[in-house]
């Protein structure tokens, strides 16, 4: 003997498809957005753009955060000791700028970086 239940989500559900509160929904019938792309790990963030209509896409503050995370893929393209030590003090200054509110975005608390460490990393990358 089987019983059926329906809990109180599942009877909110079906009262709502009875009524014809899912109907003409926009995007019925059209396929899901970015079916078949490759997947981009930042896509919140220009969903985010997208919906609060920044300009320019990525505000600059996450933009920040994203050429820090990527510096240690950056640092091997640099020739030398100098250019290194430009992009850190270029990287260092506009978190300080991130750091006190001066650059449009979300709040940001990236630590400056260490000169000294990225040049070792970049000498031994060599």
Do not use: C
């Amino acid at each position: 003997m089987s019983s059926w239940y329906e809990s109180h989500i599942d009877r909110q559900i079906r009262e709502a498809q009875e009524a014809g509160q899912f109907d003409d929904l926009p995007g019925a019938g059209k396929p899901l957005p970015d079916r078949g792309e490759l997947y981009d790990e930042d896509w919140w963030i220009r969903d985010l753009a997208r919906r609060q209509g920044l300009p320019g896409g990525v505000p600059p503050t996450l933009r920040l955060r994203r050429e820090v995370e990527d510096l240690p893929s950056l640092l091997p393209t640099l020739r030398t000791e100098e250019r290194v030590r430009a992009v850190v003090a270029d990287l260092n200054t506009r978190i300080e700028q991130a750091r006190r509110g001066l650059l449009e975005g979300p709040a940001t608390i990236l630590p400056a970086l260490d000169a000294e460490a990225v040049v070792r990393d970049w000498r031994t990358g060599r």
